[in-house]
């Protein structure tokens, strides 16, 4: 899988992804880095078929209106060390791959985990 590391999240992050086999890039790998812009992101990602990592709710809001990034994941932890976010990371990598390859915006938290279906696979109704 491919991943876009948002930049409030540590870019160890990224490299853990690229660790366990997946394609991940941090913002900093961008050219603007950590100042690379939300709309530029989400860019880059859906014209790579990433996946953006975030703990940025304007990218959940965002995604929810206009369906960009097409591919979403939100690390919903609240104020945690990095060192946590990196153990529930390797602890649920696998529980997250398959999040993503259900649906198109996950919510990945200690306690939660929400996956909302692809846009037009939603049942009629």
Known sequence: MK???????????????SSSGHD????????????????RIAEVAD???????TK???????????????RLLVVATGNITNDA????FVKNLDVIVAAMD??????????????RRRRGDEPPG
């Open 3 to 17: 991943f876009l590391v948002d930049a409030q999240l540590p870019a160890r992050l990224a490299r853990f992804l």
């Open 24 to 39: 991940a890039l941090h913002t900093l790998d961008l050219s603007d880095g950590n100042r690379t812009t939300d709309a």
């Open 47 to 53: 014209g790579s078929d990433r996946v953006v990592v």
């Open 56 to 70: 940025d709710r304007d990218f959940r809001d965002s995604h929810l209106l206009t369906g960009s990034p097409r």
């Open 85 to 88: 976010l990196l153990a529930l």
């Open 102 to 115: 259900e649906g198109d915006f996950v919510e990945f938290g200690q306690d939660v985990l929400v996956v």
